[in-house]
């Protein structure tokens, strides 16, 4: 199959290598090339632009650092102790599969497979314009199996990003695609960690199917670059009496976009989707979800906490879609926000389309400032403000992060919460955009 031809006018600042696409990919290239990079015209970008975008031509060539810094990383990245220190890991160096660094031979029952977009085609996807980018342009495709009655324990999956030192007219970008297949009766808790330096891009799509009453935990915890873009999508899908539960804590990435499109195909299933933001600066934060009930008896969760302080902005997306067939259902949305500036910036737009009539749906959003009185009772104690501040803000994140429920993998979240916090609000209680 031949390259495509395509104009920069059509695709931006991914023109030199969509261009370039061969074989099955071109397919993507093209597809991509009809609908474009989303713009704020499109109702799910409206409050997302992606213009910063095109400030940068992507390419294909990346630094990779040395096996010595590279292990250090991994080392860095995980525990020191507990479940999580001795998981067994799936590594991505700069969206591609490392074996090197990988230890998927301690995979037993478990099916691994990995391979190029080409060798492994067949691998369905949705039209979503980012997904298709993924097609495209992605080198790396890794394949999960878990056997039918098989309880795999915690697989870490980590993503190593490194990009250009300083933001110059180029920097690189990465496509990886995973694709978890849980069978009859399983369960797995996917411990996803992204973690990168310098600028560039980073578009991972992950597909979970969750088989007929399969259990999948997913946790993700996003640091990427101060200076990358992070634009993630996750389709699961969930047969009758599955679950699958997920959780994303985000602070990293001048961009980022955490989408999700859950199906509920099968009935009694159930879908949690929480999160938690915590971003400063000029930091953008989206997290989007569409939640599909196309069966009765289902439920859906979703609770997301968002801190914001200096300029920063969060974003938050969830659609609640109940068709005809889908009596029953049980869907849930809550998004809570907290200001720490006068000059940060929340956006909420929970949604609710349903074309049944025996549902019990529900969505609510709050925003505000810490509490005055509660932080004049700490300072009244002793407590230096930046410390009071701290305080409150971590007991309003940590109660969503109590919603993951694998005890190491929630330790891991919170351990990293907490270093983030010392450094950013101290910094923020410190700065011109507090509130005081």
């Known amino acids: 199959m031949n390259s495509v031809d395509i104009s920069a006018s059509d695709v931006g600042p991914f023109a030199q290598r969509l261009a370039a696409a061969g074989g099955v ?48 990383l991994v080392d860095n990245a995980l525990p020191s102790d507990g479940s999580l220190a001795s998981a067994t890991r799936i590594v991505f160096v700069n969206g591609i599969f490392s074996e090197k660094f990988s230890t998927v031979s301690d995979l037993s029952a478990v099916s691994f497979t990995h391979g190029t977009q080409e060798e492994q085609h067949s691998v369905a996807d949705n039209d979503l314009p980012l997904v298709l980018l993924n097609r495209a342009l992605g080198c790396s495709t890794a394949e999960l199996e878990v056997p039918e009655g098989t309880d795999a324990g915690t697989i870490v999956i980590l993503s190593l990003n490194f990009g250009n030192a300083s933001e ?42 969750v088989a007929k009453e399969a259990s999948v935990t997913h946790t993700k915890l996003q640091r990427e670059s101060a200076d990358a873009f992070h634009l993630a999508t996750v389709s699961p899908v969930i047969a009758e009496r599955g679950t699958y539960n997920s959780f994303t804590l985000g602070f990293g990435a001048q961009l980022s976009r955490h989408e999700v499109h859950a199906y509920l195909e099968g009935a009694g299933s159930a879908v949690h989707i929480n999160g938690a933001q915590l971003l400063a600066g000029r930091q953008v934060g989206d997290i989007t979800s569409v939640i599909t009930h196309a069966a009765p008896n289902c439920i859906s969760r979703q609770t997301v906490r968002n801190v914001l302080a200096d300029r920063a902005r969060g974003v938050f997306q969830g659609k609640v879609f109940v068709e005809r067939i889908a009596q029953k259902t049980d869907g849930y949305q809550m998004n809570q926000a907290l200001l720490l500036s006068e000059t940060a910036e929340m956006n909420a737009k929970p949604e609710l389309e349903i074309y ?81």
């Open 168 to 209: 110059g007219d180029e920097a690189p970008s990465f496509h990886p695609h995973l694709h978890v297949r849980v069978g009859k009766g399983a369960s797995v808790t996917l411990a996803e960690m992204i973690i990168g330096k310098g600028v560039y891009l980073n578009n991972p799509v992950s597909v979970i199917n």
């Open 25 to 72: 990919r071109s397919l993507a290239a093209n597809a991509f090339a009809e609908v474009g990079l989303p713009g704020t015209k499109d109702e799910a970008f409206h409050y997302t632009s992606l213009r910063s975008l095109n400030r940068l031509k992507f390419i294909a060539d990346s630094v990779v650092p040395s096996d010595a810094e590279l292990a250090a």
């Open 356 to 436: 049944a009539d025996d549902v019990k749906c529900s969505h609510g959003a709050t925003v505000g400032a810490l509490d005055d009185d509660q932080l004049f009772y700490l300072c009244s104690r002793g407590i230096p403000d930046a410390e009071a501040r701290r305080i409150l803000v971590e007991a309003f994140l940590i109660e969503a992060v109590g919603l993951v429920e694998v005890d190491d993998v929630r330790a891991a979240l919170e351990g990293a919460l907490s270093a983030a916090l010392v450094e950013r609000i101290g910094a923020t209680a410190m700065g011109d955009g507090s509130l005081s």
